[in-house]
């Protein structure tokens, strides 16, 4: 089946730095990805829409200054936590798509990422 | 918008013993999606069945059936023999259609426990 990786598994961060979390499609070609933010004993919360190259699409209410979205090719997306505060403390997950398949309607997701923000 | 409710927080069921979790979905579209995720204590999220809603008949996979009624804007998840590994928290969810470009709504989620 389809594999989706994330790096880092667990990141700490200072207040006011920015973090980068990296999601990898490693054995298909995903033209969409998808973030979600997951806090503790909750559901997952669909962030944005990540197009490769162009501009993603995030939800209401999800500050798009704050949750930087790349996805310069089609096997890798960037989510780029800014100026982190303690309430970015929360799970990030990404999922990807493999268009074209007989799995189109599926997505397959990443192990998560956790954030911590001191 | 579309929403998902499910409405058992917790459930508890004896080990090989049948289980069905419950979830409802409000939505305007004549076609789309459902998915039951599984997510265990790693978190990694698993797919357990899927039902695309023009399609009558209820999907099953091995132990994992579900009761679609469409008209009623239900989806259950039925467990058979339930297993120690099927200890988790189960997501209901739901997608339009339209070639996957949206991402999923998720329910707030039911944790199962299994008991030996």
């Known amino acids: 089946g389809a594999v989706v990786s994330q790096h880092p598994s667990w990141v700490i961060c200072k207040s006011g730095t920015s973090v980068k979390i990296e999601c990898r499609s490693l054995d298909f070609q995903a033209t969409t990805m998808f973030w979600y933010r997951q806090f503790p004993k909750q559901s997952l919360m669909l962030m944005a829409t990540s197009n490769e190259g162009s501009k993603a699409t995030y939800e209401q209410g999800v500050e798009k200054d704050k949750f930087l979205i790349n996805h310069a090719s089609l096997t890798l997306s960037t989510l780029t936590v800014t100026s982190a505060h303690p309430e970015d403390s929360s799970f990030y997950i990404c999922?990807?798509?493999?268009?074209?398949?007989?799995?189109?309607?599926?997505?397959?997701f990443g192990p998560g990422t956790r954030l911590t923000v001191l | 918008a579309q929403t998902v409710t499910q409405s058992q927080p917790e459930m508890s069921v004896q080990e090989a013993e049948t289980v069905t979790l419950s979830c409802t979905y409000d939505?305007?579209?004549?076609?789309?999606?459902l998915f039951w995720y599984k997510q265990p204590p790693s978190r990694q999220m698993i797919l357990v069945i899927r039902q695309e809603a023009y399609k009558q008949q209820n999907a099953t996979e091995n132990r994992f059936s579900v009761n679609f009624q469409k008209a009623a804007k239900s989806f259950s998840l039925k467990i058979s023999d339930s297993q120690l590994g099927d200890a988790a928290m189960y997501f209901c969810?739901?997608?339009?259609?339209?070639?996957?470009?949206?991402?999923?709504?998720f329910g707030k989620g039911t944790h199962l426990i299994i008991q030996p």
């Open positions: 969810a739901y997608r339009r259609p339209g070639g996957g470009a949206d991402g999923l709504t």
């Open positions: 939505t305007s579209e004549s076609d789309y999606y």
């Open positions: 999922s990807a798509r493999e268009p074209g398949t007989s799995v189109d309607n599926e997505q397959f």
